[in-house]
T-cell receptor
């Protein structure tokens, strides 16, 4: 099992550009989520999904879109990148909503917006 | 709204000594509590959880945590620290109906 795979690992964008961070898991997990990690702020939830076709907003959803067309994939789209979106992004999954606390994390995607 | 406080940005301990990383929480329902560890340039790894039952829970790599309802705390402990335990540790909380909220993290540095 590869677990949770995120691509790309590094990305530099210019302000106003759009891009998609990819996340795939091969554990048949129902629950998937995106967090951003900023120094001194811990991890903050952006969006999450409790199953295919279902998504919901987390604590900091503005400027981001998600979709969940399959169980395996949960891409995060930045619509018009801003310097405030410079961060490390983590995708995480768990067996189901009930096990939301026992997350499996990807290795992260480091995004810099100039 | 639920929240987690990790009052120490950094904890320093000598190898072989016991370590404690502190965590307090606030949640409206019954708390589900978790600890995660993050090594440099890696994703977080689940260490242990408290859902119900015994207040002392044991997890991976010899770590344990003690749930104290009256003090709303869930401190992470290890009897004898290793240099390889040096990492960033996150406490997290949720209740039955909510998503997971993380604390800001505590850097643990174990000196040889």
């Amino acid at each position: 099992n590869a677990g949770v795979t995120q691509t790309p690992k590094f990305q530099v964008l210019k302000t106003g550009q759009s891009m998609t961070l990819q996340c795939a898991q091969d554990m048949n997990h129902e629950y998937m989520s995106w967090y951003r990690q900023d120094p001194g702020m811990g991890l903050r939830l952006i969006h999450y999904s409790v199953g295919a076709g279902i998504t919901d907003q987390g604590e900091v959803p503005n400027g981001y879109n998600v979709s969940r067309s399959t169980t395996e994939d949960f891409p995060l789209r930045l619509l018009s990148a801003a310097p405030s979106q410079t961060s490390v992004y983590f995708c995480a999954s768990s067996r189901s909503w009930e096990f939301t606390g026992e997350l499996f994390f990807g290795e992260g995607s480091r995004l810099t917006v100039l | 709204a639920q929240s987690v406080a990790q009052p120490e940005d950094q904890v320093n301990v000598a190898e072989g000594n016991p370590l404690t990383v502190k965590c307090t929480y606030s949640v409206s329902g019954n708390p589900y509590l978790f600890w995660y560890v993050q090594y440099p340039n890696r994703g977080l790894q689940f260490l242990l959880k408290y859902i119900t039952g015994d207040n002392l829970v044991k997890g991976s790599y010899g770590f344990e945590a003690e749930f104290n309802k009256s003090q709303t705390s869930f401190h992470l402990k290890k009897p004898s620290a290793l240099v390889s335990d040096s990492a960033l540790y996150f406490c997290a909380v949720r209740d039955r109906g909510s998503t997971l909220t993380f604390g800001k993290g505590t850097m643990l540095l174990v000196s040889p």
